[in-house]
């Protein structure tokens, strides 16, 4: 089947007036975003690795696990939503010191008391502030690099996951085993501290992003003209603005949201009771199950770095961008869906690791793409508020996941049966979640619908939008 091209109307930062590209800065924005990713996986992470020793401490069964691990959503969603609309008011700058600095502190109640109540309180205070990370994150990187520029800096974002758990899982592990599990929790507080306070010295916004100029606004001069001989114009912004319940309901939008319910549903699984699984049902050492996670995570890396750029490099070269970032989202989670209904099914050995590492690491190339598809739907003043509305929706599987794969495996006639219940569930929600994806990813059409470039809107003289 051939790939539809399309001519896409060009990208505002790709105009003459367009801002300049400081690769310098904007690389070393991007090292600070992708260690503020990785803290904040390895945050996220920190439970599930300690989830044995905490659930043989403290005399907890697998439902309460469940419940403290799905504390951490009570608020990520909230937050997310309510933090991407502060994100047009506030600077990029203090969003990702303030989460950073909140994140330190929601690992010191447990060093207090080790209790089910302040894990709770931990968990619940660390997932309000992380609820924005990946998208404000993404928002913040996005202030630094043009439109065509955006795949290897939205892969290494994303990638920040991928490294938080490939480092995290064996370091964290060794703290757990060598000096107890809260060493674990004080290590990390530390950690966001420092991360917090380098960024207040060198995070700043980036140029790209702000509100363009129209061609024949002024601020002097005649009305809406350049003024008289001699006159002085300067060109004022005119910004498109569109009401949130169209940029919601529009085919790409929701599509991306699917795309990302089905990833997350897989990713909550994963932190919340992947290490558990391995040492319970697989027999696994503590270093043997931190072993297999860091390699889920090490092939999650390589996939993020060459399909992102890739897509990069066919839109470029005019590919459709349903094709280009579109249609592997859909895929890529339909695929870690089948293999994760067939997780119980398999032998031991080589083709399990294969199965599990497709099952929990194949959706990864989601999280960067889907960004970049709904960034090419929404005027950009107001991409850090979709951005918000987008994560907190795809997220929700983090509240819903560990809480009920918790009760499966309690009322189950024996704890694989329950483990098999979950990922039959797991697979049953991926499969759908990517085949609407795939359906209804279409970012040049839906742009065109909304009048908007791939990237914010329309420029004045600009043909109008095509009925597609």
Known sequence: MAIPHTSPLPPLEDSPASPEFDRRRAWLITAMIVTFMLINYADKSVLGLAAVPIMDELDISNSTYGLISSSFSILFSLSGLVVGFVSARVSSRALLFTMALLWAVAQLPVLVVAAVPTLIAGRVLLGAA??????????????????????????????????GTLVAAPVVTWLITAFGWRSAFAALAVTSLTWSLIWWRVGHDGPFGQSRPHPGDSETGGSGGSGGSGGTSTAQPRELRLPYRKLLLNGTVLGSIAGAFGASWALALSHAWLPAYFRTQLGMTPGGAATVISGISAFSFVLLLAVSPFADALNRRGVSSRWATGAPQGIAVVVAGLAMASLSFVGDGWLQVLVIGVAFGGHAIVFPLHYMTTAAVVPTHQRGALFGIVAA????????????????????????????????????VMLLSGLTALLYIRPDRDARRLGLTPDGPAQAGASKPLAQ
């Open 130 to 163: 992380e609820g924005p990370a990946a998208s404000m994150s993404m928002h913040a990187l996005y202030k630094w690099f043009p439109y065509d520029r955006r795949g290897l800096p939205s892969a290494l974002q994303i990638s920040g996951a991928a490294l």
């Open 393 to 428: 929706t795809g997220t929700l599987p983090g509240l819903i996941a560990p809480v009920l794969t918790g009760h499966l495996l309690d009322t189950a006639g024996s704890q694989s049966a329950g483990y098999t219940a979950s990922f039959l569930l797991a697979a049953a």
